[in-house]
């Protein structure tokens, strides 16, 4: 085994702290690397709490992890050492069903491994990039361009993907007009793929003093929701909202912003249900749906989308002492706009 050592949750709501633990040895087909950075997503924190579902503690949280390749199996074909790599939110899937077969492992309909708080399939606990290095299986492992700065790479891989990947199934482009609703972590990352894709792109956000920030990020227009006269504008106005958002809020407002054959699509994942009005949807044939992640060949394309584009998050360093504290401001919208943690700090 490997000795690894992390920063984890001994229990459901507890305080992180530092944890060591073992990883599997390299197998023929695996690659391990060193972390160098980890995003922080709201999802961390859900899990942490048990919000969506009973987790395995202890729990070391982080799906958006990046670092350099330290070893390799001798079956693996496509790194080697000191290639740069990545690791999203799965690290294995049954790799059989229809939906794998199709590249979409995120649907993995016996389902997938989670890169944490999950079983991997020797029934072991998997954990995440609150740590110092990872073993993962070739085919669950990315290519990370040197183009662009390691950092700030590292939400791509949960953050970018989530929002690259709906657009892109919906073929959201030229002649359309998107709005982005929650400018977070998630959501600046949709402005950004938003405007890349040749979209007219709205920030849809109850604080105003997002407005300076959406515009610099590329957003054509901005909407408070707070504002009735500024929301009676937008009725009926746009072909795709790209729902972000963690906390509840009411879906129906955002459905009489929709165009007729309209999609409302979410990606944010409130802690409790959000009733929806069947007049709401149909008034105008419009449709509710949910993206997941990516899967691995999607989540490839958009890293090789990115460096070719110069595409990257906007973050904030944050040594992992500080986690807790950065929690705390996620939950108030206190971040511009996603934290990373420098592993170097562990």
Same mark, same amino acid.
């Given at each position: 085994?490997?000795?690894?050592?992390?920063?984890?949750?001994?229990?459901?709501?507890?305080?992180?702290?530092?944890? $060591?633990? &073992?990883? /599997?040895?390299?197998?023929?087909? %695996?690659?391990?690397?060193?972390?160098?950075? #980890?995003?922080? #997503?709201?999802?961390?924190?859900?899990?942490?709490?048990?919000?969506?579902? +009973?987790?395995?503690?202890?729990?070391?949280?982080?799906? &958006?992890?990046?670092?350099?390749?330290?070893?390799?199996?001798?079956?693996?074909?496509?790194?080697?050492?000191?290639?740069?790599?990545?690791?999203?939110?799965?690290?294995?899937?049954?790799?059989?069903?229809?939906?794998?077969?199709?590249?979409?492992?995120?649907? #993995?309909?016996?389902?997938?491994?989670?890169?944490?708080?999950?079983?991997?399939?020797?029934?072991?606990?998997?954990?995440?990039?609150?740590?110092?290095?990872? =073993?993962?299986?070739?085919?669950?492992?990315?290519?990370?361009?040197?183009?662009?700065?390691?950092?700030?790479? @590292?939400?791509?891989?949960?953050?970018?993907?989530?929002?690259?990947?709906?657009?892109?199934?919906?073929?959201?482009?030229?002649?359309?007009?998107?709005? =982005?609703?929650?400018?977070?972590?998630?959501?600046?990352?949709?402005?950004?793929?938003?405007? @890349? *894709?040749?979209?007219?792109?709205?920030?849809?956000?109850?604080?105003? /003093?997002? &407005?300076?920030?959406?515009?610099?990020?590329?957003?054509?227009?901005?909407?408070?929701?707070? %504002?009735?006269?500024?929301?009676?504008?937008?009725?009926?106005? *746009? %072909? *795709?909202?790209?729902?972000?958002?963690?906390?509840?809020?009411?879906?129906?407002?955002?459905?009489?912003?929709?165009?007729?054959?309209?999609?409302?699509?979410?990606?944010?994942? +409130?802690?409790? +249900?959000? +009733?929806?009005?069947?007049?709401?949807?149909?008034?105008? /044939?419009?449709?509710?749906?949910?993206?997941?992640?990516?899967?691995?060949?999607?989540?490839?394309?958009?890293? $090789? *989308?990115?460096?070719?584009?110069?595409?990257?998050?906007?973050?904030?360093?944050?040594?992992?002492?500080?986690?807790?504290?950065?929690?705390?401001?996620?939950?108030?919208? %206190?971040? /511009?706009?996603?934290? =990373?943690?420098?592993?170097?700090?562990?």
């Amino acid at each position: 085994m490997i000795a690894a050592k992390g920063y984890a949750a001994p229990a459901p709501k507890e305080k992180l702290g530092h944890w $060591d633990f &073992e990883r /599997r040895e390299v197998g023929p087909h %695996d690659v391990q690397f060193d972390i160098h950075y #980890c995003g922080v #997503c709201h999802s961390d924190l859900h899990q942490v709490n048990n919000d969506w579902f +009973p987790g395995i503690f202890p729990m070391v949280p982080g799906h &958006e992890i990046v670092g350099k390749v330290v070893a390799v199996g001798s079956e693996v074909k496509n790194f080697k050492v000191g290639d740069l790599a990545g690791v999203g939110c799965l690290v294995d899937s049954c790799r059989t069903c229809e939906n794998c077969k199709k590249d979409l492992e995120q649907y #993995c309909l016996n389902g997938n491994v989670g890169t944490y708080n999950s079983k991997d399939k020797q029934g072991n606990p998997t954990y995440g990039g609150y740590s110092n290095t990872i =073993v993962v299986d070739e085919a669950f492992v990315l290519h990370v361009s040197d183009k662009l700065p390691l950092a700030a790479v @590292a939400p791509l891989l949960c953050a970018g993907i989530t929002t690259y990947s709906p657009l892109r199934h919906w073929k959201v482009g030229k002649g359309h007009k998107l709005a =982005v609703l929650g400018l977070g972590g998630l959501g600046h990352m949709a402005v950004k793929f938003g405007v @890349a *894709f040749g979209a007219e792109v709205t920030v849809l956000s109850t604080s105003p /003093r997002k &407005e300076e920030d959406a515009k610099k990020l590329g957003a054509h227009k901005f909407v408070v929701t707070t %504002d009735k006269e500024q929301v009676a504008a937008v009725k009926g106005y *746009f %072909d *795709f909202i790209l729902d972000t958002v963690s906390a509840e809020h009411d879906l129906n407002m955002y459905l009489g912003m929709l165009a007729t054959d309209g999609t409302h699509i979410c990606v944010g994942a +409130p802690s409790e +249900p959000s +009733p929806v009005r069947a007049f709401s949807l149909l008034g105008g /044939r419009k449709s509710l749906a949910g993206s997941g992640i990516g899967g691995i060949a999607e989540t490839q394309e958009m890293l $090789d *989308f990115c460096a070719e584009n110069n595409i990257v998050s906007e973050i904030e360093m944050i040594d992992i002492k500080d986690i807790q504290t950065a929690y705390d401001r996620m939950l108030k919208g %206190d971040v /511009r706009y996603r934290f =990373v943690i420098d592993i170097a700090t562990l």
